[in-house]
């Protein structure tokens, strides 16, 4: 009950901030859609560095000083999966015009959606990753480190539920109804990532460093590639390395307090 109760907060969190659409009349302000990206990828960041790439090593310490091999392997490998992602998966950033992956004739809001889903894919691998290595008893991964991870992706896709569903409805013209599920389905992929990833760790243990270092990896990607640009362009950058900080720092407070 525990792990499927894990495996669900993000996607609780998700849901949550795309009910913002009964709430709020207007889309999120430019300022404060700047601090929640950079929210998101401070919390994405201090989660792969202490949930993810630092107990990858600390599970391959009988390497001695070749213990970083896994987790180098592995963060190269989730960086490419995600790369791979972006180039084969049509889909449409916020504020954008011009789609990105193969050329198709979907329709823009599906386009934004599959963005986000896209971004979710390596969160839920985290949180699959680090509930399987709990299960596994030759790790130090706590139940309460693992919620951790659990509690702070939620946190951060509150405001990611609320980016998706409040333009769908003041600029795609959706109904409140419609624009809160495609926010919602949009972090529906997270449990599912999660569940693959754990039957997959159940067919391969020995491979648990990896795997953690390949959702950090991933979910690096993300940030680099998206979250920080989109925070820092136009005026008032400032706002969204803040927003980082305060990410960065609830993330690490979370997982070193719970952990």
Not at 31 to 40: S, Y
Not at 163 to 185: A, H, Q, R, V
Not at 193 to 218: H, K, S
Request: a negative charge.
């Amino acid at each position: 009950m525990e792990i499927f109760l894990g495996l669900m907060i993000p996607f609780i969190g998700t849901a949550a901030g795309a009910g913002c659409v009964f709430f709020l009349k207007n889309k999120i302000k430019p300022l404060v859609q700047k601090m929640l990206l950079g929210f998101a990828s401070g919390v994405m960041v201090a989660a792969s560095v202490w949930s993810l790439l630092i107990p990858a090593m600390d599970q391959s310490a009988t390497m001695g000083k070749f213990a970083f091999v896994p987790a180098a392997v592995g963060f190269m490998l989730g960086i490419g999966f995600l790369l791979l992602m972006d180039r084969v998966t049509p889909h449409l950033h916020l504020g954008g015009d011009q789609a990105e992956g193969p050329s198709c004739s979907l329709k823009k809001t599906t386009m934004l959606v599959l963005a986000v889903t896209l971004h979710n894919i390596p969160e839920g691998m985290a949180v699959g990753v680090v509930f399987a290595g709990m299960m596994a008893d030759s790790t130090a991964i706590t139940l309460a480190g693992a919620m951790a991870l659990s509690i702070g992706i939620a946190i951060q896709n509150f405001p990611e539920g609320a980016i998706i569903s409040l333009p769908l409805k003041s600029e795609e013209g959706m109904s409140k109804k419609k624009s809160f599920l495609y926010g919602t389905l949009s972090g529906a992929v997270e449990p599912v990532a999660a569940g693959i990833t754990i039957l997959l760790f159940q067919l391969v243990e020995p491979i648990l460093p990896y795997l953690l270092a390949f959702a950090a990896g991933a979910m690096i990607y993300v940030v680099v590639e998206e979250l920080i640009p989109e925070a820092s362009e136009g005026e008032h950058s400032n706002i969204g390395t803040i927003g980082f900080a305060v990410g960065f720092v609830l993330m690490m407070v979370l997982d070193v307090a719970l952990g």
